[in-house]
């Protein structure tokens, strides 16, 4: 059962991230300080071992500003619950930012 909750756990997380991120504004100067954001954030939340931020193809929408949006986003978590390790991760797939379970084992 725990690989199974640690599954849900990093699910939760990336979850977490793309609905309290999504549409933060950020430009070209500020999506270093953003992707350190959204990395710490995410790494303050339990379970978390580790988080990999990278932010894409940030441009000005039809308003002149930039906001974050889920295809610009690049991430990598690892969660260990219960001696169990899952790697996830989020990224840009035909258009849509996709969510997925890239492993787990035992540790």
Do not use: W
């Not at 849900?8 to 504004?25: S, V």
């Not at 070209?28 to 954001?37: I, K, P």
């Not at 295809?71 to 990598?76: D, K, R, S």
Request: charged fraction near 30%; hydrophobic fraction near 40%.
């Amino acid at each position: 059962m725990s690989g199974e909750e640690a599954c849900f756990e990093a699910g939760i997380k990336l979850g977490a991230l793309y609905h309290q991120f999504i549409g933060t504004p950020v430009s070209e100067e500020s999506v270093g300080s953003l992707e350190t954001a959204v990395e710490e954030a995410v790494e303050s939340q339990r379970y978390v071992v580790e988080a990999s931020v990278s932010i894409d193809d940030v441009e000005h929408n039809r308003f002149g500003y930039d906001e974050l949006e889920g295809t610009m986003l690049n991430v990598e978590v690892v969660v260990e619950k219960d001696g169990v390790a899952v790697e996830a991760s989020m990224d840009e797939e035909d258009g849509y930012p996709m969510m997925r379970i890239d492993g787990v084992r035992d540790v």
